[in-house]
């Protein structure tokens, strides 16, 4: 009977407890709407990959066209010029745009002056707030082989211009640099706030067995980002195909298709432009499969290795 009455004691003391945050969970309602709506719902439309679509029968009535459209990717010119693009750029972004702002966080948390440090960091943050059209504007008239400030600065040199948008070699230099330029600060927001969790004990253990500011950084500071780096990595490891091809589109015209069109912007020509949805679907569902298979590989490998995980 005791027990049985501890048990309906906690029961009620658990029912109370849901009543009291009624109003946290109804606050939670709007937004589950809003993610069911928008991103479990548009799933059913994957279906179109699989399927001959035509807008005028509708999903449901057009005929099933099988694996048709993954062979006819994996058949095409584009395929693997789009793949090997998409990989390319990938790396390039993993090698020099991840790394950009965890070295810009662990120099400026060796910045002593706190108005300067702020100062710096307001003024890194800025870019990101720039639309990505302003943005590609700038560019655009920069490297601009007549007006450009950067051919006007060659030709006072004594260089020929140089047509940096139209020579395919120079896009990926171009997107990387742009890419660090946009988001080094506001990146950093998190490789900051997690130094601010390191405990200053260690700090001073380290001092105290003669580890210089070199030391200390390489055997306290890194060790203490190296859970929230191997997070942020698996979260980009996710998106490693999902090259942002806003930019790209944004940039690139048909003299550069051959070192900047990526699988985002070959879904974007022929869905939309085009108007072959099923087709355009077909990629954009192979990309999502990929980039899910390195996300679960990621995973695995970093819970191994670093006892670090998502889940």
């Known amino acids: 009977?005791?027990?049985?009455?501890?048990?309906?004691?906690?029961?009620?003391?658990?029912?109370?407890?849901?009543?009291?945050?009624?109003?946290?969970?109804?606050?939670?309602?709007?937004?589950?709407?809003?993610?069911?709506?928008?991103?479990?719902?548009?799933?059913?439309?994957?279906?179109?990959?699989?399927k001959d679509y035509s807008p005028y029968k509708g999903i449901l009535e057009s005929e099933w066209a099988g694996l048709e459209y993954f062979r006819e990717f994996f058949n095409s010119p584009f395929a693997w010029r789009t793949i090997r693009?998409?990989?390319?750029?990938?790396?390039?972004?993993?090698?020099?745009?991840?790394?950009?702002?965890?070295?810009?966080?662990l120099l400026l948390n060796e910045v002593r002056r706190d108005k300067f440090k702020k100062l710096v960091q307001t003024v890194s943050y800025i870019p990101h707030f720039i639309s990505l059209v302003v943005v590609c504007s700038m560019v655009t008239n920069f490297l601009s082989p007549t007006t450009g400030i950067v051919n006007t600065i060659l030709a006072s040199l004594g260089m020929e211009p140089i047509y940096f948008l139209s020579n395919p070699q120079y896009f990926l230099p171009i997107y990387v640099i742009v890419n660090i330029w946009m988001t080094l600060g506001y990146n950093s927001i998190v490789y900051i706030a997690a130094l601010t969790s390191i405990s200053d004990d260690l700090y001073e253990a380290a001092k105290v067995d003669?580890?210089?500011?070199?030391?200390?950084?390489?055997?306290?500071?890194?060790?203490?980002?190296?859970?929230?780096?191997?997070?942020?990595?698996?979260?980009?490891?996710?998106?490693?195909?999902?090259v942002g091809y806003e930019m790209i589109i944004l940039l690139y015209n048909p003299g550069i298709y051959e070192a900047a069109d990526v699988i985002n912007t070959y879904v974007y020509r022929t869905g939309l432009l085009e108007g072959r949805y099923d087709y355009a679907t077909a990629i954009g569902l192979l990309n999502s499969v990929i980039s899910f298979v390195f996300v679960i590989a990621?995973?695995?490998?970093?819970?191994?290795?670093?006892e670090t995980s998502l889940w």
């Open 210 to 242: 003669g580890a210089n500011r070199f030391q200390q950084m390489l055997h306290v500071t890194l060790p203490g980002l190296l859970p929230t780096i191997m997070v942020m990595l698996l979260v980009q490891l996710g998106s490693i195909l999902d």
């Open 85 to 105: 693009n998409t990989v390319t750029i990938s790396l390039s972004m993993l090698l020099f745009s991840f790394p950009a702002p965890i070295v810009f966080a």
């Open 298 to 306: 990621a995973n695995k490998f970093s819970k191994k290795m670093t």
């Open 1 to 50: 009977m005791e027990i049985q009455s501890k048990k309906l004691k906690q029961k009620s003391i658990a029912n109370a407890a849901r009543w009291r945050d009624a109003d946290l969970y109804l606050m939670l309602v709007p937004m589950l709407v809003l993610i069911f709506l928008f991103s479990y719902k548009p799933l059913t439309g994957l279906v179109i990959a699989f």
